[in-house]
Every structure is written in structure tokens, then in C-alpha cells.
């Protein structure tokens, strides 16, 4: 796996740790930082794993687009999202992990304040 798949993927990871990430995939932090370092292959099967997590496509995570969601993306056909709505998911989506993160503690803090 190249350098530039490693960086994206630790880009991805934001504030997460190796550990976390490898949890997610089932295997050890030393497995998924050699795949970070470029040391190791992932397999398909985990790409679509980070991909889901990451809300983004394979393709961004092997550095084939710089698209983090392609343009032609269509959400699922049962979904009834307003087309306001599917811009701010668009919008979120092609943010980094961690701005995602903290838009999502931003938003648990609005719906549930801490009580003084």
C-alpha cells in the first residue's frame, strides 16, 4: 500500500487512535499501523469497512479522487430526505473525520445541555 493511502487514512482518522481503528476492523494496532505506514495491504473487505465509517468512497481512501463522495452519489431510493437535507449530509460528508466529530459533540451538546 502506498504512502499516500497511509496519509489519507490517518487523515481520516482524525483525533481517533490506531487502536480504535483497529478494533473497528478486527485486527491488532500494530497490523493496522503498518497498514498506515505503507508497510502492508488492507483487503477489500476492510477498505468498505473505513469507507462506511469514514462516509466516503473506496476510491478517496486508495487516492484514486480527491472527491470524498462522488458526485453522481445517490442515497438510498426508501430514504425521504429533502434535497436541503442531502446538501448538508453532502456537506458533512466531505468534511474530515474530526470536523465531523466535532459538529456531531457540538450538536449532542445542543440537544442535551449540561445542567448546572
Known sequence: MSSM???RLRQLRGTRTQEEMADL???GRAAYGH???????IDGSKLKILADFHHCS???ILCLTDER?????EYKKDTQLSDED????DKFNSLPSDQRDAIIKL???????SKN
Open 58 to 60: 473506496v476510491d478517496y
Open 86 to 89: 442531502k446538501e448538508v449530509l
Open 69 to 73: 463522495m462522488p458526485g453522481n452519489y
Open 35 to 41: 497498514i498506515e505506514s505503507g508497510k502492508n495491504d
Open 25 to 27: 476492523l478486527g485486527i
Open 5 to 7: 493511502v497511509g496519509r
Open 107 to 113: 450538536i449532542d451538546g445542543i440537544q442535551s445541555p
